[in-house]
């Protein structure tokens, strides 16, 4: 089926460079709900979606961003002569076959559902998507005839009095046959309060033309809301968060607060997982049975397993987490983080492109990178594997029952032997056998019946 989405208007009320479409809801721009609404819309009906995103000012970023959707064209509209006018500079790409659905780029909350119920309730005709509302202002309103059928749509800046006190609003969302859709269009007048092309008129030419226009009312009017503010984008954000909340309750998680929980992709729960307040979620986050995350923490990209507890304030970021492990409070896992199961990561600890055998500990204050650390290893506190030497980064290898002493500063790249145990501030920067103590610091002396100077005399 054709797919239209309008997106050309400049939102100069977001007082933004960003294009409107771009801003981010959920942590995708708001285009991106709109397109996966309408590709599964497709989907669920067995047609290949053809989408055609109608952008203006700010177009070219808005086509980059999107590179990567394949299936979708963007055709500019320039300049913006109104929701008319924009459809018409789609109308080449639309295939007479098949229907046209009109969708908006900045009405993202739209559902799959509310869509197939409309294009079922217009069949072969026109459908028109509205909505109740206690207040209509800043609307079109459906304006219908003693029989209760829709006769024409008026803009607010058109209507008179009598027609402002209609409460059933135009949510611009349509479908129509797309031969006569293109006719209808390029019979378009601007005579109107904004000398602009209306979109809406095609539904008085359709009743002129004798084919059926449907109204459907949305279920839920909060679905057909648009962002033209900042305030409006908060609002939908809520909306969103609301509904993932939901999502995961309904999946099995306990929510501590299920208004305190951020999700900004999609994130995958076992049975009995809790996560307390504060927490945000990007990208794909996978938490196994039991996993306990506490409060005002931020995953992304990370897997959890099973019975693991990650602790308040700590960041994990694309590292995979075995289970029965912990992790934080104050931990921060970098990308190619990846722990085994039982592994102990305290506060402020650092772990980047390493691995953690089963079982091995870094309770406080260290950095691993860029190190293989084998099981049953304890990494004392102040432990640094010193990666980088300001040029190259180099891998290191801490084998397994490894006692690291506090303070020890490993000068990558390096190898630690099984068993090996290492004095505390030690600095090494060559092979630790297997097995020894190494002490790699001064020795310490005491220099017996020292005396310490004298303060002078004033003279
Ligand atoms: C439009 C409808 C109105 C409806 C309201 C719902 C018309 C004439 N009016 O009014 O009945 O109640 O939406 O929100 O259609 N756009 C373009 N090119 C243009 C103008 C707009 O692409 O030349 C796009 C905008 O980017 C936006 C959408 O169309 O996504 C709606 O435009 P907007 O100016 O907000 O229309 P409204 O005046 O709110
Ligand atoms: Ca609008």
């Known amino acids: 089926m054709n797919l239209v989405i309008l997106a050309a208007g400049h939102g100069k009320r977001m007082r933004s460079d960003l294009p409107k479409v771009l801003h981010p809801l959920a942590g995708r721009p708001l285009l991106a709900h709109v397109l996966d609404t309408a590709r599964s819309v497709a989907a669920t009906l067995r047609l290949p979606a053809d989408v055609v995103v109608v952008v203006g000012h700010g177009g070219a970023r808005v086509a980059d961003a999107f590179a990567e959707y394949h299936g979708v ?51 072969d005709g026109v459908g028109l998507l509205s909505a109740r509302t206690p207040d209509p202002s800043g609307y079109g309103r459906i304006v219908r005839d003693a029989a209760g059928r829709v006769t024409r749509i008026v803009e607010e800046r058109d209507a008179t009095d009598a027609e402002r006190s209609i ?35 095609v539904i008085a030419l359709a009743v002129r033309d004798g084919v059926s226009v449907a109204a459907c009312i949305a279920p839920d009017a909060s679905e057909t809301l648009g962002v ?19 999502r995961l309750m309904q999946a099995g998680a306990t929510l501590a607060d299920p208004a305190r929980v ?42 959890v397993g099973a019975g693991t507890e990650v602790a308040a304030f700590s960041h994990l970021d694309g590292c995979r987490i075995g289970a029965s492990a912990r992790v934080g409070p104050y931990a921060r896992m970098r990308p ?72 020890t500063v490993l000068v990558a790249p390096i190898e630690v032997g099984d068993g090996a145990t290492i004095g505390a501030g030690s600095t090494v920067c060559r092979e630790v056998p297997a097995g020894g103590l190494t002490l790699a610091r001064a020795r310490q002396v005491t220099i017996a019946g020292w005396k310490r100077p004298a303060k002078k005399a004033k003279g």
């Open 167 to 201: 409460d059933e609003i135009n949510t611009g969302i349509l479908v129509a046959p797309t031969p006569q859709l293109k006719t209808w269009l390029a019979q378009l007048g601007n005579d109107n309060a904004q000398r602009e092309y209306y979109l809406t008129d």
């Open 262 to 303: 951020d999700v900004r992709g999609e994130v995958k729960v076992g049975a009995d997982v809790f996560i307390d307040i504060g927490c945000i979620f990007e990208g794909l986050v996978e938490l196994a049975d039991r996993v306990r995350v506490g409060p005002y923490c931020v995953l992304r990209d990370t897997i």
């Open 73 to 123: 064209r963007f055709v500019t509209q320039q300049p913006q002569l109104g929701t008319g006018h924009a459809v018409l500079q789609a109308a080449p790409l639309l295939k007479e076959t098949e229907p046209t659905l009109v969708l908006y780029g900045d009405v993202p909350l739209i559902q799959a559902d509310t869509l197939l119920a409309l294009l079922r309730a217009a069949g």
């Open 336 to 407: 190619g983080a990846s722990l085994d199961d039982e592994v102990h990561i305290g506060n402020f600890v650092e772990v980047k492109a390493s691995r953690v055998g089963r079982g091995s500990k870094a309770n406080h204050l260290a950095y691993i990178g860029d190190a293989e650390v084998g099981p049953r290893t304890n990494i004392g506190a102040g432990t640094i594997v010193a990666n980088y030497d300001g040029v190259n980064k180099h891998r290191s290898r801490i084998g397994q029952d490894v006692q690291v002493g506090s303070n």
């Open 228 to 246: 033209n503010s900042k305030a409006q984008l908060a609002q939908l954000e809520r909306i969103v968060q609301e509904r993932n909340a939901q």
